[in-house]
């Protein structure tokens, strides 16, 4: 519980190390905090440190289906790790495509459930970042007549939507 009683403290400090990643990188844009993502580590308890990047023309912090900005993520969290010692989750968002991202991703498995519903044949979506995955995942958890799972490895990975099998009894 510790950890997350750091939580403004993290969040200072990951600002820091992002602004000045920004600033070697030559990109203004302005840091600001986020609450739109959050993150439950093993005990049940929820909680993240979320920064938005904000400026004009940052496509290239974002990259190709966001690849750009989860590597940078990962950058931040490594040294969050090093200078720290916390294992806080540092979430990274860019003019706030991840959230679009989100949305968008929650639409398209709504209506590919239906089709998959419609055809009873599986269907296998393109390849997606874990995150990604798990947003499809969790849109389709409760859903009455359809079933997920994640097939292929590394960059290959992507999530297949099933009919569920009907019992006839």
Do not use: W
């Given at each position: 519980?510790?950890?997350?009683?750091?939580?403004?403290?993290?969040y200072?400090?990951?600002?820091?190390?992002?602004?000045?990643?920004?600033?070697?990188?030559e990109?203004?844009?302005?840091?600001i905090?986020?609450?739109?993502?959050?993150?439950?580590?093993?005990?049940?308890?929820?909680?993240?440190?979320?920064?938005n990047?904000?400026?004009?023309?940052?496509?290239?912090?974002?990259?190709?289906?966001?690849?750009?900005?989860?590597?940078?993520?990962?950058?931040?969290?490594?040294?969050?790790?090093?200078k720290?010692?916390?294992?806080?989750?540092?979430?990274?968002?860019?003019?706030?495509?991840?959230?679009?991202?989100?949305?968008?991703?929650?639409?398209?498995?709504?209506r590919l459930?239906a089709?998959?519903?419609s055809?009873?044949?599986p269907?296998?979506?393109?390849?997606?970042?874990?995150?990604?995955?798990?947003?499809?995942?969790?849109?389709?958890?409760?859903?009455?007549?359809?079933?997920?799972?994640?097939?292929?490895?590394?960059?290959?990975?992507?999530?297949?939507?099933?009919?569920?099998k009907v019992?006839?009894?």
């Open positions: 519980m510790e950890i997350f009683n750091r939580q403004s403290e993290v200072g400090e990951a600002k820091k190390v992002l602004e000045k990643l920004l600033e070697l990188m990109l203004p844009a302005t840091v905090p986020s609450d739109e993502f959050t993150a439950t580590d093993d005990e049940g308890n929820t909680s993240s440190v979320g920064l990047i904000e400026g004009e023309d940052l496509g290239i912090l974002i990259g190709r289906r966001g690849q750009t900005m989860v590597s940078l993520q990962h950058i931040v969290r490594l040294i969050m790790a090093h720290m010692d916390v294992k806080m989750p540092i979430v990274l968002d860019v003019e706030g495509y991840k959230q679009r991202r989100c949305e968008g991703l929650r639409i398209l498995a709504d459930a089709q998959v519903k055809r009873q044949s269907f296998a979506m393109e390849p997606m970042t874990a995150f990604e995955r798990r947003i499809v995942h969790l849109a389709l958890a409760s859903h009455p007549d359809v079933y997920t799972e994640s097939t292929g490895v590394g960059d290959g990975r992507k999530v297949v939507i099933s009919p569920k019992n006839s009894y």
